[in-house]
């Protein structure tokens, strides 16, 4: 872009500047503009002629940013707060280019602008602070360091009395400026993979934290500053307010220079805890001195089970009333050092017989289930066999229902990490665990989320950089190192999923199916159907890849029970009682196991329908439907049921299965005909065309249970008859997005672009629609006889689609 800034566009930079600043300074996209024109104008005019720019210096340009009226409420989050970010960046641009614009009486607004977080635009502020230090800002006076609105209260109070008569910041007011919700959130999600440079902006997400969470780079230096041996410092409080637990858990993090941070606040911690008095002070120092003796070797990192572990026992040492106390006390004074590689006093409380063994329990699982967040974790956990321990007692009588719920989560944890999942898959059988654990309880809906998560996270993290076609799944850090090489590779030369992992997952998908109810989330559904999806696409590519090897693998038949559930579970999110009742009907007459579970799903809705009643226009069916959660679900389920073969089903079954069957499908047919306003793919109509004409033409008895319906067999014909226009809009928007063609195209000119398979579809569209018309009313009219006479010596596909719509119309419009 540095080329596009000529001469004759730098003159014009200044008034263009000053122009923006003063009637765009609270435009996001401005911001952006000025950063981006600044950064390219001034660099240029550096390798040019540096007197070119006199007009507008950078120093100047600066100070009509910060002393714009509408500076300080932005950065303080009064008004246009989504300003904020690329006031910040432009900013950053200005100090980076030019040193003389870092003044030491800036730092105040924008340490009140700062909240510590992970969040990109403190990351940003943080990055400032740091080009302000280095270009020889004075952060002295401002040491040690506060920040948000406390900063500007205190900066506010020594501003007005002078350095003279304003107090030195102390360590409780640093103490007060942590939120300790925040701090318990940042122990448990402490950024393992953030470095620590204050110039590096990393996304929160991609070093395993959230943008909430208070970033370790800003906090441990602000933390060193308190626990300096010249510094006053109240130790109660320190661990009161976290800020040790917060230091413990930092010491597993990747980087070295971060944890030898950690390592420095402790042992200056430990030096100030010797000369302390307050209550508790030989316990605080009695288990800094075992943190001390169990480091094997300097600057170690600590698995996140033992940070966490540590962090939370010095949670406890303030809290002689609870439970947990007295026993990590006794814990604490078996040995003068702890073992970093097992799991502390797993067996101890989580096989406790004690009156409370509830709440050591408990507490242990809790521990297991945050602080399994890598594999070093998942090692330490298989020291102890935790996994095996906690899937058996999962089955047993003595597991309640809060019980349970905690081992969910922890398998929830286990499952986001790729080899952590490998490990369960191949040598735990989570998958079959989990299909005999669907089969032996009936489950409640906080487990039904859980367990359709967990599902969700095995599925893709599995998967992985195992590309599948056709998907958009989540690939890991892994996957994304290696996406240039997989993509220049060939689709057969992908590799595949064990096939038996992968006839699991369809399996336990389908009993996952049958457990659905109202109650879950649409949002959990639509992720499951997903996940179907996409394990049945990976098992197809799966198939065709060893069937070009010479290998055999058998194919999965769907059931009229499988295409039943789907078509029933999306009524019952749909508020659809009428197609519910079809589909129970169906169920009864096969006399299959899932009756009562439609059953139940039809009464809560019908009740549910009846009470609100009088309601019904403010939460109406059609705002089901119409969300956009709602559209994916029916997207997803047409891509579903379109795999159901029920021509295999209707010539293998036996009279008396025949008919249910059949209703089955007419049930189907009419579901996907009328979602044809939800569906703009022509390959999938391709598809559902070819689909009807193997269903109807395979089963005579088919096509007279239609014919029995009067009111469904004629919606059938009149949407197969609307699917010709459909079809052509497809082909023709198809066309357009191809080729780029703007101007209107007309039927004339699609002769130009039509294929063979084009028309073949409307031949086998041609046959559904002329089999049912002359097994109707129409074969008793001589209208017809005549029509038929015409048609059969009509050869062209595209023109007996034309005759039958013109006699369709003509019959339609004399009954009429």
Known sequence: MKELYDIEMIKKWPDFAKMMLRYKYTNKLTMQLLATMADCVYHVNMETDPSSSSELPLQQLNEMLISHSQYLPIMFNESHPEV????????????????????TQHIGVLLGAYSASLSSTDQKILKLLFLYENNKADLKAYRPMLWGMKAVETHSVKKSLGATLSKQTTSEEVMECLDQKTMENSILKIPLRRQMQPGVIQVATNIKSVPEAYDPCFLLPVLSDLVKSDSVLDCRKFVENQCLSFTLACLSCHDGVMRGAAYHVLANFLSQLQGARFQEVKQVLYFVEIVRNSIEKPNIKLPCIITLFLSRVATELLKPEEHM???????MLLKPAMDTGNV???YTFFNSSA??????????LSLLSDGLRETADFHVFEKRHVLKMLLSFYESSISDNSTQLQVLHILRAASKERKVTSDLVRNHGIVAWFSVMLQSKSLSISHMELLLEIVHNIWSTMLGDHLNPGTDSTKSKESTKST???ESTNSTERRTLPVIFTCQMVQLIKQLLAKISKEIKLESYCQLLENFNSVLEHADFSMVKGQDEGHMFPKDRWTIRDAMLLLGNISVYGDDPENLQCVTSVLKALKLDTMSLV???IVSSTSGKLLNKKSKTLDSPSTQWDSEE???VIEQTLKLLIRWDPSYLLSTQSAETTTPLSTGVIIVSLWFLKQSRNVISRHFWEIFVDWLHSALMSSDVLMKVLLDCPKESQIVLEGLIGLYSHLNNC?????KSTAGVQEQITLADRGSFTTDSWNGVVKKLNEVVYCMSQQKIYAEEQKWKQFSIRYKKITDPENQSVALRQYMLEHLTETL
Not at 85 to 101: H, I, Q, R, S
Not at 325 to 331: G, I, P, T, V
């Open 344 to 346: 502390p006093e797993f």
């Open 325 to 331: 106390y007295r026993m990590l006390n006794a814990f």
């Open 731 to 735: 082909i023709l928007e198809e066309h």
């Open 599 to 601: 059953e139940s799903n």
């Open 84 to 103: 904020k970010e690329a006031l910040v960046d432009f900013m950053t641009v200005l100090v980076g280019t030019d040193p003389n614009c870092c003044q």
């Open 355 to 364: 009156v409370e063994y509830k709440i050591e329990r408990a507490w242990m």
């Open 630 to 632: 709602m559209k994916k």
């Open 484 to 486: 240039d090489n997989m």
